[in-house]
């Protein structure tokens, strides 16, 4: 990490994914960095991406930790910063600064069954912790994963989730019916309703819209699940990715350094200030 | 090191520092009492209230450029490191609220990731406290934040005003060096002058201030009263103009922007100015949603900021009762009162 903690690497996007079309689409960049002056991160953790003359945003890092050729992040166009990086095509140079925040405590759960719950663009947060497990499927009991969008359009990673099959039960859902769609129609929590999973030995893990967060987490309890078996990873808007900017704090918390990841029995005694 | 200055050496003694640095004072400017660059012979008054703004400016500006970018069409952006190399500076006339919040700052900047523009800045900036010989203002409330009129931390010298002279106490290495540097014009301060400086001390702590009656109880009435519909009602008149963080000396609160002076080639500068958690779009995401909507949970952000969540992190009130945010709010919020108010108000 550079010294000055708010001058970034330069790093060249080497490729794109088009994930979703649209207004708010998302596509997914594969970044690298010069030789040597790469950055190692952990799952869950996050960086500043530049694109110089629009500003910085800060994005999760979807790839794993264990793929150390590039950094993987998976961008919805929402504002003026991710909208210029949409522009953006390969060969092009961002500016890259972090990693910052914590992690999901992965070598705690060996052992245990997971259960992944993700929602729209909420599922690349959560991606380096799936891709990490099923890397080392032997270390985990049974792997779930939930995953759901408006429309099957709006399904992000299609392919790698219909990889994950054999390795991990995947359990997709859209809002509503489709002709030929396979998989169920309605909600995600509704979807995890659907399919009960067991506390027993089980972590949870999940991220998406605000609103699905609330329902999916109420369901699990529902379930069975301990308030210590449910994590889940939270955003608000940030400047510095360094607990000094003063904005991303929710209680006495600044989410870029003391988060993003928080288990429900961290979670549920702080302030909803996200 | 303790030294006495006769009054009338003051000016000399400016001088002297401005041989090797930027010297600034408090002078009355535009209707304001201001931190105001000494010219070589400017003379030096230390007969001021407070100043409108902090001290906290000549360490972290309201605008600093943290780098320039520039990238030709084609070509690969390119970047240059701009940090600090002002001159030194001395500050005179710093109340010991402004110095003990440095101290707050220094926690914010240096802890965790440094800051090294903030680091750069406070090597070279030395600050000469006077201590409060009657409260400035009449909306100072340093005792009840754990200060008092003749603080020392934060700041690298105190100077307290007797009978004719001042009695200097250096209190850092930096402290030293500007009294060594100009050291004829002080005599070795006798303990009659320690015990009059003491007695000065006394009298001001034992002055009227505006009081938070049980500031341990505080946090935990924060605490208690986060939901408390209450927090509405404090804010009705708030027109969130943010002065109260403007002109706080701890606030530190920051905003990071692209400035452009060309668009193609692009040329322009990565820029960081003090921002204002009393602005709604301070926490808006690029989503709309807005974790602090009201007015209300703007105002309890810069309440608890200061006198909880500061406490929790760091174990002291964030505020060092300068009543900055009292005296110059248009609508007449007051942390006092609030703090008061919540510590009294049983919780939802």
Known sequence: MSKNIYLPKLARIAGIKDEVPGARGIKTFFVEFPDGDGFEHECGQCAMISVFGKGESMISIASAPAVKEYKQFSIMRTGRVTTAIHDMKPGDIVGVRGPYGNKFPLENWKG???????????????????????????????????????????????????????????????????????????????NLLDKPQSPDNAVAVTCGPPIMIKFVIKNLIGMGFADEQIYTTIENKMKCGVGKCGRCNAGKDYVCVNGPVYSWAQLKDMPQEY | MEVI????????????LGEGADVFAPAFVEDCWAFTKVEPGGEVALDHGNTVRPAKGFVFPQREVLYRFSQDSGGAPRLTETLPDDPRAVVFGVRPCDGRAMVRNDKVFTCGFADPYYQARR???????????????????????????????????????????????ALTAKGKDIVVAASSLFSEAQPADRSEAESVHAAARSHPQRSIAAMDKVAEGLKRNFDSPEWDALARACIGCGACTYLCPSCHCFDINDEITSRSPLAGERVRTWDNCQFPEFTMHTSGHNPRETTGARLRQRICHKLLYFVENHNIQQCTGCGRCITHCPVGIDIVRIANVMEEAAGQ
């Open chain 1, 112 to 190: 245990r069954n997971l259960v992944f719950i993700g929602g729209g663009v909420g599922l690349a947060p959560i991606w380096p912790v799936i891709q990490t497990a099923v890397a080392n499927r032997a270390d985990f009991g049974k792997i779930s994963v939930f995953y759901g969008a408006r429309t099957s359009r709006d399904i992000m990673y299609a392919e790698a989730l219909e990889a994950l099959r054999g390795a991990a039960d995947v359990h997709l859902s859209i809002d509503a019916p489709e002709e030929g769609w396979q998989g169920f129609c309605g909600f995600v929590p509704a």
């Open chain 2, 5 to 16: 200055l006769k009054k009338d050496r003051l000016g000399e003694w400016a001088a002297k």
């Open chain 2, 123 to 169: 090597e070279r900036v030395a600050y000469v406290g006077l201590a409060c010989a009657e409260p400035p203002s009449p909306n100072c409330f340093c005792l009840s934040v754990g200060g008092s009129p003749d603080a020392e931390d934060g700041l690298d010298v105190l100077m307290t005003e007797l009978d004719g002279r001042y009695y200097v106490k």
